[in-house]
């Protein structure tokens, strides 16, 4: 069982049978009343965003939640498939359980596939990936100065904000929690 005290961002729960993880959380302590928590929860198999209220010190169960590491192959027919490193076994995954996830999907990535109750639900990413930027436009000399960035497309498709300097063809570290561009990477 977790307090609905101990809630930090990425904690998971069950709620009303299913899994979720704690998005975003707020200790609320009202004057006369009782302190209560109000929390923002991501369904980990339907990928719904909810906001519920719990009082403070309430306990919600923990998930049965496993973990299984797996290696991306690849996406045929908006199916996603892993092969499982030990078994050479192979799932696919839909577009609606991998969410912005296969955003940052390389093929041969290895990931951590989240299993409840037996059923494969959702895909944890590394926190940051290296990708290569597909298209964006030149950047011209003096640009810097301000320090603004521009769109950029990455060899997955995902959009991304660069700095000016960055060109087609430079390596990137990105975010995966939060899709921002974080450091140019030496190829």
């Keep these: 069982m977790i307090s609905t005290n101990d809630f930090r961002r990425g904690t998971k729960i069950e709620f009303k049978g299913e899994p979720y993880e704690v998005l975003d959380f707020q200790h609320v302590k009202?004057?006369?009343?009782?302190?209560?928590?109000?929390?923002?929860?991501?369904?980990?198999?339907?990928?719904?965003i909810i906001e519920e209220t719990f009082n403070a010190g309430d306990k919600v169960p923990k998930p049965d939640l496993q973990?299984?590491?797996?290696?991306?192959?690849?996406?045929?027919?908006?199916?996603?498939?892993?092969?499982?490193?030990?078994?050479?076994?192979?799932?696919?995954?839909?577009?609606?359980?991998l969410g912005d996830n296969r955003?940052?999907?390389?093929?041969?990535?290895?990931?951590y596939i989240l299993y409840?109750?037996?059923?494969?639900?959702?895909?944890?990413?590394?926190?940051f990936v290296i990708l290569e930027v597909t298209e964006?436009?030149?950047?011209?000399?003096?640009d810097t100065a301000?320090?603004?960035s521009k769109p950029a497309i990455l060899e997955t498709g995902a959009p991304v904000k660069v700095p000016f300097h960055i060109?087609?063809?430079?390596?990137?570290?990105?975010?995966t929690?939060?899709?921002?561009?974080?450091?140019?990477?030496k190829g």
């Design 30 to 48: 009202m004057g006369r009343g009782g302190a209560f928590v109000r929390a923002k929860l991501k369904g980990l198999r339907s990928g719904k």
């Design 167 to 175: 060109n087609v063809g430079d390596l990137v570290k990105v975010d």
């Design 103 to 111: 955003l940052y999907l390389k093929e041969n990535m290895n990931v």
């Design 146 to 148: 301000s320090g603004g």
């Design 136 to 142: 964006t436009e030149p950047g011209f000399k003096g």
């Design 116 to 127: 409840f109750k037996g059923e494969p639900i959702a895909v944890e990413l590394p926190n």
């Design 67 to 97: 973990e299984k590491e797996m290696q991306y192959l690849y996406v045929q027919d908006s199916l996603y498939y892993f092969m499982d490193t030990e078994t050479y076994e192979q799932i696919p995954l839909t577009e609606e359980q």
């Design 177 to 185: 929690r939060t899709g921002e561009y974080i450091e140019r990477v």
